[in-house]
């Protein structure tokens, strides 16, 4: 018989690529996870890890039994929500993990609905960008991600979570009011060349505008970083830049020291994110309709 336990720890390590980092997800210390593993080894008659580098990787039958872990454990995540559901009703605490800018689009309205509509449940915001927040939601910290489509992202069939579309928005270029391309139409190409002000690299909005830029056919060269959109514009602003920057989140931004132009491409695309089988949860299923309804009535003010 497999331990359930085991399996959690074995994607954790998929997931994480260290015994070191799955150990931290997991709460546990190293040598636990270690001797999980060596358990469930013995389990299954099989190595199911292999050195790579610093980390480690699935052997082939690793893998096999990675994507059954997937299926057994969004099954357990369905019969969990089946009995919350038939046993407790809607009363609890909710984890929801978000980046900043849909923090206020979506997620604040989405709960102010909640306070009214359903007073039992309890959500938790953790303010974290979108690549933090699906690494949350698999390794249990939060109960839901509002995320950003990136590369590198879990693809949309990934057997390990459930996505629900959101929103998406374009990006605006953001330039000094004075530069020369202020006054006309802008493409991406027109930027190659110029400083860069941008989201550090992990930030799914630096992996955006990088891959538009390369698509643009030039690498961009940051010359300044922020994770602060408000950061970003007064820096372009100052004229220490161009920038790209998510319409949605210029709104009430002080915009009167740079020029704003429309470009055709790249664009953020919002999701929310829950663990596979827990969509069908009793405390989930409002959050998740309460966030769809508060991002259609954003499209619908876009």
């Known amino acids: ?37 060596v358990a469930l080894e013995h389990e299954v008659g099989h190595r199911l890890l292999e050195r790579d580098g610093r980390g480690v990787r699935l052997t082939s039958v690793g893998r096999i039994l990675l ?3 997937n299926e057994v454990l969004a099954q357990l995540e369905r019969a969990e929500a089946d009995i919350a559901a038939y046993t407790t009703g809607t009363a609890g605490e909710v984890k929801a993990a978000s980046f900043a800018t849909a923090i206020g689009l979506v997620v604040a309205p989405a709960v102010e ?59 605006d270029v953001v330039l000094p009011r004075d530069h020369a391309l202020a006054g006309g ?13 941008g989201p550090y690299p992990g930030n799914p909005c630096h992996d955006v505008i990088a891959l538009a830029c390369e698509h643009a056919g030039f690498a ?15 820096l372009a602003s100052a ?26 491409g790249p664009e ?5 994110a829950v663990r596979r089988g827990a969509e069908r949860h009793p405390l989930l299923v409002p959050l998740l309709d309460a966030l769809q309804d508060t991002a259609t009535a954003l499209r619908h003010t876009a």
């Open 268 to 272: 953020r695309r919002v999701f929310a």
């Open 220 to 234: 961009p060269v940051f010359a300044h970083s922020s994770d602060d959109f408000s950061a970003v514009v007064a």
């Open 1 to 37: 018989m497999i331990d359930t336990r085991r399996l959690r720890t074995l994607r954790a390590v998929a997931d994480h690529r260290t015994v070191t980092a799955a150990a931290a997800a997991l709460h546990l210390t190293p040598s636990a996870v270690s001797q999980q593993l």
């Open 113 to 171: 609905r909640l306070m009214d509509k359903e007073p039992g449940i309890q959500v938790r915001v953790l303010d974290a960008e979108g690549d933090q927040s699906l690494t949350m939601v698999l390794d249990g910290a939060v109960d839901v991600a509002v995320a950003v489509e990136y590369r590198g992202a879990p693809a949309e069939d990934d057997r390990r979570l459930s996505r629900i579309p959101l929103y998406s928005e374009p990006f």
């Open 67 to 69: 994507g059954h872990a």
């Open 239 to 264: 004229g220490a830049g161009v920038a790209m920057v998510p319409r949605l989140a210029l709104r009430g931004m002080d915009l009167s020291g740079v020029a704003i132009r429309q470009v055709a």
């Open 185 to 197: 139409e802008v493409t991406v190409a027109d930027l190659a060349g110029e400083r860069w002000i």
